[in-house]
């Protein structure tokens, strides 16, 4: 009886230490394969986001050279065209151009939708700042001249600051 479990004992323990060898192998290689799985699915995610990142940090880069004056202004003016009607295309401008990348608020980062909504809304009061301090009896000229003094005065304009922030959080998706 002893030899039979003693034989028993000998077909058994190797046995059992060979399973648990190959169950801990399997294991480590299954979670292996996960882990690769995950990354790849990241990388190709990844792979897919980016152009569509990089398109909206492009577009709204475009934006915030629409609305700066230098650019805004010769677009817009046609000649014969009153200061007031001027100004509300402006306005408009700023707005419509503002609605039509508002998606891409989806693809870019807190920061740098927070620094182009600024920019929208200091530019906007900037516009309007400089149509209420033009002469009354001005025009067109008057309107740009008074758009261009206050920009001195800002110093940097926000649309460039905006830029920074954007080029910054840009480089950050590279990093």
Known sequence: MQELIFDILKIAIPGLIIY???DSLLRRHFQNEAGIRATKAKEDQRGTLLPIQLQ?????????ERIAPENLFPRLHEAGIPVGALHMQVIASIQQEFEHNLSQKLYVTEDAWKATLQAKEDMTAMYQAAFKKMPQTGG???YIQE???LMEEFGVHPTQLAALVLKEQLNGLFR
């Open 56 to 64: 909206a940090y492009e577009r709204l880069m475009l934006y915030l």
């Open 140 to 142: 067109v000229a008057d």
């Open 147 to 149: 758009t261009q003094n």
């Open 20 to 22: 648990v060898t190959v």
